[in-house]
């Protein structure tokens, strides 16, 4: 099992910057991979950013260029760096985190955060 703490969402203005922390515990040696996704009212969760262990970063079109995930393996916390926000930003936020035991992949996700950007 994994759990997943996030943290760092809040209200703010078009234009500002907002950092979200994830902290895993649990049996973070079978991580592969983090990430954060989001679901706006009214639709579907989408993918946001995920990074590997090895590092590796991917990140949807809306995301490229204005956010920036990172991670700190020594707290097994994953960031993510979210600047320009647009309105359109506005959803909750959720830490995700893949772990693979015995050929099998499972996935975990955090509570959520808010994140409200206002125009």
């Known amino acids: 099992q994994v759990q997943l703490v996030e943290s760092g969402g809040g209200l703010v203005q078009a234009g500002g910057s907002l950092r979200l922390s994830c902290a895993a515990s649990?049996?973070?040696?079978?991580?592969?991979?983090m990430g954060w996704y989001r679901q706006a009212p009214g639709k579907q969760r989408e993918p946001v950013a995920t990074?590997?262990?090895?590092?590796?970063?991917n990140y949807a079109d809306s995301a490229k260029g204005r956010f920036t995930i990172s991670r700190d393996s020594a707290k097994y916390t994953v960031y993510l760096q979210m600047n320009s926000l647009k309105p359109e930003d506005t959803a909750v936020y959720y830490c995700?985190?893949?772990?693979?035991?015995?050929?099998?992949?499972?996935?975990?996700w955090g509570q959520g955060t808010q994140v409200t950007v206002s125009s």
């Open positions: 995700s985190a893949l772990s693979r035991r015995a050929g099998t992949y499972f996935s975990y």
């Open positions: 990074i590997t262990t090895g590092g590796t970063t």
């Open positions: 649990g049996s973070i040696s079978s991580l592969a991979s």
